[in-house]
T-cell receptor, first 114, second 114 residues
Framework: SQTIHQWPATLVQPVGSPLSLECTVE??????LYWYRQAAGRGLQLLFY??????ISSEVPQNLSASRPQDRQFILSSKKLLLSDSGFYLC?????????????FGEGSRLTVL | AQTVTQSQPEMSVQEAETVTLSCTYD???????LFWYKQPPSRQMILVIR??????QNATENRFSVNFQKAAKSFSLKISDSQLGDAAMYFC???????????FGTGTRLKVLA
């Protein structure tokens, strides 16, 4: 069976510090991978998605970046965090290449920037 | 731009009663897919129901059903015989064939009253 893991679950960082959130999918190959941010009143905002190794599409200009160094690994990074980067970050994957199948989500990472 | 709108930030329903959550979307594409996701207090996102736009028949999953009005670009979720475990945040989402993107609404918080 397929599983998705995100870590760390909780992170408290000072303004200006770097960030690295990791997401790994197991039990499947060549998944589409996604990073979302959930902020109060704004729903789920799509940040990045990837359809293959090294292929990253950015949806929102911001202080964040994403990388996919391996087929089932997706990393969200920042060189210098801003207060506005605080939120709940969700990684997700889907196996369907053309038809939009179910999006499977990780447990999420709560980031607080102080 | 493709958008998904949920105009009800919060809804309440009495246990065992029926509630309908609203969702509208905006697209010029003809081939797309619609979803309802549930996010309980644990924050783990769970797929409730999925609808292909080319199918006229409304999708159902046990106590959950949708009213898909393609011309009106409306996709509402009906929950029958509401249970305490239905209390959660509900997100409507849309994905367009070939784009790989899943766009979510801002969510509706559902409270179930005993």
């Amino acid at each position: 069976s397929q599983t998705i893991h995100q870590w760390p679950a909780t992170l408290v960082q000072p303004v200006g510090s770097p960030l690295s959130l990791e997401c790994t999918v197991e039990g499947t190959s060549n998944p589409n991978l996604y990073w979302y941010r959930q902020a109060a009143g704004r729903g789920l905002q799509l940040l990045f998605y990837s359809v293959g190794i090294g292929q990253i599409s950015s949806e929102v200009p911001q202080n964040l970046s994403a990388s996919r160094p391996q087929d089932r690994q997706f990393i969200l990074s920042s060189k210098k965090l801003l207060l506005s980067d605080s939120g709940f970050y969700l990684c997700a994957w889907t196996r369907d290449r053309a038809n939009a199948g179910e999006l499977f989500f990780g447990e999420g990472s709560r980031l607080t920037v102080l | 731009a493709q958008t998904v709108t949920q105009s009800q930030p919060e809804m309440s329903v009495q246990e065992a009663e029926t509630v309908t959550l609203s969702c509208t979307y905006d697209t010029s594409e003809s081939d797309y897919y619609l979803f309802w996701y549930k996010q309980p207090p644990s924050r783990q996102m769970i797929l409730v129901i999925r609808q292909e736009a080319y199918k006229q028949q409304n999708a159902t999953e046990n106590r959950f059903s949708v009213n898909f009005q393609k011309a009106a670009k409306s996709f509402s979720l009906k929950i029958s015989d509401s249970q305490l475990g239905d209390a959660a945040m509900y997100f409507c989402a849309c994905s367009w064939w070939g784009t790989y993107k899943y766009i979510f609404g801002t969510g509706t918080r559902l409270k179930v009253l005993a």
